[in-house]
């Protein structure tokens, strides 16, 4: 069974400043079926990235991804006050078929 | 504009059988690989998936709550329906449907708003 671990549990970070999320398979998984959410306060999750590094329809190129293995980052390059939010990894595979992680909280330092 | 909209009872009690329904728009359930999952989310706690049914009727269920789900579609009213047996006060949780984005890497790239369910005697 393949588990996600996302590190750190919470990132303090300032507006402009570069965020680096990161995501831990319990085994080696395909980078093909790699991907992040973002979810704000009360809302649905949004698709950021998918393949670990193709980034979702409308998705601003701050957003990055990247990872191969067991080891996959999501990174925001310059953080704008609407990225403050909590972002999930997520992974399909065969067993159990959809696996999230349990989440990166992005608040404002 | 593809949307999907959860519906269904806001409070059920203990041991009842939930049932949540999911109408999709601009999505033709007949379409081929056009697939639709359900995923909750206890509140401030993280997402987990629960099962999801194709438009060739292909369904897969959460290993843990398997016994207790059962998914189904009406093409017709393009609508997809959760059940769920046995509600517990643990269960309760913001159920969302999506739509499984089989090439974009097998993601959910359209979410409905999300209904909170509460179970409580």
């Known amino acids: 069974e393949i588990v996600l671990t996302q590190s750190p549990g919470t990132l303090s970070l300032s507006p402009g400043e570069r965020a680096t999320l990161s995501c831990r398979a319990s085994?080696?998984?395909?980078?093909?079926?790699l991907a992040w959410y973002q979810q704000k306060p009360g809302q649905a999750p949004r698709l950021l990235i998918y393949g670990a590094s193709s980034r979702a329809t409308g998705i601003p190129d701050r957003f990055s991804g990247s990872g191969s293995g067991t080891d996959f980052t999501l990174t925001i390059s310059r953080l704008e006050p609407e990225d403050f939010a909590v972002y999930y990894c997520?992974?399909?595979?065969?067993?159990?078929?959809?696996?999230f992680g349990p989440g990166t909280k992005v608040d404002i330092k | 504009q593809v949307t999907l909209k959860e519906s269904g009872p806001v409070l059920v009690k203990p041991t009842e059988t939930l049932t949540l329904t999911c109408t999709v728009s601009e999505l033709s359930l007949r379409n081929v690989r056009m697939g639709v999952s359900w995923i909750r989310q206890p509140p401030g706690k993280a997402l987990e998936w629960l099962g999801y049914i194709f438009s060739n009727d292909e369904k897969s269920y959460s290993t843990s709550l398997k016994s207790r789900l059962s998914i189904s579609k009406d093409t017709s009213k393009s609508q997809v329906v959760l059940n769920m047996t046995n509600m517990d006060p643990v269960d309760t949780a913001t159920y969302y449907c999506?739509?499984?984005?089989?090439?974009?890497?097998?993601?959910?790239?359209?979410w409905g708003q999300g209904t909170l369910v509460t179970v409580s005697s």
């Open positions: 997520q992974h399909y595979g065969s067993s159990p078929i959809f696996t």
């Open positions: 085994q080696s998984v395909s980078s093909s079926y």
């Open positions: 999506a739509r499984i984005a089989v090439v974009r890497g097998v993601s959910f790239d359209y």
